[in-house]
């Protein structure tokens, strides 16, 4: 059964992206070369993250992620339980375990994808930062 992965920019701007399998910045340049062409991309979650949809064993219409730590723990855990990888591999995959070293982009990529919206003059996709909200 697929389910529905909703995962929300959380506060560093990064998000969990079950193709790439790793930990990633959601921003236009991962849109454009990820995203647009993923066979797993539903939605961008109204704006505020991405929407994807996969098999991860869960047999539950959607889940919500906020975390993008939380979200490869998740994935990467229904991985060992399918049988996708085993433990170890797991724990040495896990980029929000090792915060200090998260790839988000090289800098050949934050180059490229500075001069991607200046070349391209294409409209972006849409606004994916969070609004913050007072809860007061």
């Known amino acids: 059964m697929k389910t529905d992965h909703i995962n929300i920019i959380d506060n560093?701007?990064?998000i969990y992206c079950h193709r790439l399998a790793k930990i990633t910045k959601m921003n236009p340049y991962?849109?454009?070369?990820?995203?647009?062409m993923c066979p797993y991309f539903v939605d961008t979650a109204g704006g505020k993250g991405v929407e994807c949809?996969?098999?991860?064993?869960?047999?539950?219409d959607f889940m919500i992620f906020r975390d993008a730590v939380e979200a490869e723990h998740h994935s990467k855990s229904q991985m060992v339980k399918m049988g996708a990888m085993d433990e170890e591999?797991?724990?040495n995959t896990m980029d929000g375990y090792h915060d200090d070293q998260t790839p988000t982009m090289?800098?050949?990529?934050?180059?490229q994808a500075d001069e991607m919206d200046e070349k391209t003059g294409e409209a972006k996709p849409p606004d994916l930062s969070v609004e913050e909200t007072d809860a007061s």
Do not use: A, F, I
Request: net charge negative.
């Open 12 to 14: 560093s701007g990064r």
């Open 89 to 91: 591999e797991m724990l």
């Open 53 to 60: 949809q996969y098999d991860d064993g869960t047999n539950v």
């Open 106 to 111: 090289t800098p050949g990529e934050e180059k």
């Open 30 to 36: 991962h849109y454009e070369t990820h995203c647009k």
